[in-house]
């Protein structure tokens, strides 16, 4: 049964802040018996509170005394294994410190659902960790408001934020031109990539690593394939690289692409690492029981959930002034999926 018709969204402290042309801080203050309001102000914003049925929260009073011991993250994720494993490490540190953790799914990367978002996330109180691992999670860390505590665990940017911007994340660039160099290591003459999507549309870090190692061995760049986020994208593009014989080695933006494209080489008859090493990124915990079981670069994702936390908290108690951004060290793990090419007689 539908019944809007009869029901009243409950007023927030930015409705009481809006019906009283003051800030929201100023609303704080009156609702905690600040003296520095003027009387007047005190009046207008007493009537709104009124007027609006404006109740609040233990939250609120928390964010309003300065005290707010709770945490919102906002990501468009909760599944995919990265995603998930830094909410692990938030929520693991947040609850050694008795902070109260919630979440804000990003739905779409729509700027006015994306700031709608924001804004529930703010008037919970407390602070904000936002994961901008997508153009979701872009636009939203760049809509919270100034004077919001926020950490953004984001992709390794292209040069260091400034110090008024608490950001984290691991060296993926560094990551992916250690992965391909392994792989041209070995002995193969170029490495094919299979790449998830970039969180701002241009090149991602990923990218970036797979082409430096390339170029600085001299090995010819294949075209690099989008891949999306999950095995069928990986499947996808590995029946178009499995088509091709000169392709020996394949390097895989995440490990769900890794195992499409194992599957469908599997489904062309060609063999893995015999005929073609893949190699993929982020280490899942199902890596390693592959058959065979698959090369991959680690990343503590829940560290890195951790540190934002820690960074966040730090911020909001006020007891250090932002630190220099945690950076975790990614490790290639190579396992069986990964080996010298075949002889040149042996392609086919």
């Given amino acids: ?7 009243r969204k409950t007023a927030s402290i930015r409705d009481v802040a809006a019906a009283a042309d003051v800030s929201y801080q100023t609303v704080s203050r009156v609702i905690n018996g600040h003296p520095s309001v003027k009387a007047s102000t005190r009046e207008r914003v007493l ?4 007027e609006l049925g404006f109740r609040r929260s233990a939250t609120a009073h928390a964010l309003a005394s300065g005290r707010a011991r709770s945490v919102t993250v906002l990501t468009a994720n909760t599944t995919h294994y ?3 494993a830094i909410l692990q490490g938030i929520e693991e540190a947040a609850r050694g410190a008795s902070y109260a953790l919630g979440i804000g799914v990003l739905e779409s990367a729509d700027e006015a659902a994306v700031r709608a978002e924001v804004r529930r996330a703010a008037d919970a109180g407390g602070g904000l960790v936002v994961i901008a691992y997508d153009p979701a999670g872009v636009e939203a860390l760049r809509a919270v408001p100034a004077e919001l505590p926020v950490v953004g665990v984001v992709e390794t940017p292209s040069s260091p934020p400034g110090g008024d911007r608490p950001w984290v994340w691991t060296d993926d660039r ?7 160099r392994h792989l041209l290591g070995l002995g193969h003459e170029t490495v094919h990539y299979v790449a998830i999507p ?15 190692a390339l170029d600085e061995s001299g090995a010819p760049e294949p075209p690099c394939i989008q891949g999306g986020w999950g095995p069928a994208g990986g499947y996808e593009a590995g029946r178009r690289l499995a088509a091709d014989p000169a392709v020996t080695a394949i390097l895989c933006g995440n490990d769900d692409l890794a195992l499409g494209v194992i599957r469908a080489l599997h489904e062309a008859g060609r063999a893995v690492p015999g ?21 991959s670069v680690r990343l503590d994702f829940a560290g890195l959930g951790r540190a934002a936390f820690g ?32 002889a040149p007689a042996d392609r086919r």
Avoid: K
């Fill in 1 to 7: 049964m539908n019944v809007t018709g009869h029901t």
């Fill in 311 to 342: 960074l966040l908290h730090g911020v909001v108690e006020q007891s250090e002034p932002v630190a220099p951004h945690p950076v975790s060290v990614p490790e290639l793990v190579v396992r069986e999926s990964s080996g010298p090419p075949p």
């Fill in 275 to 295: 005929e073609v090493s893949v190699a993929g990124f982020d280490d899942a915990p199902g890596s390693a029981y592959l058959t065979p079981s698959l090369t």
């Fill in 198 to 212: 970039s969180s701002t549309g241009g090149t991602a870090p990923r990218t970036a690593g797979w082409r430096a």
């Fill in 174 to 180: 560094v990551a992916a031109f250690d992965a391909t």
């Fill in 82 to 84: 990265g995603y998930a």
């Fill in 47 to 50: 009537v709104a509170i009124e």
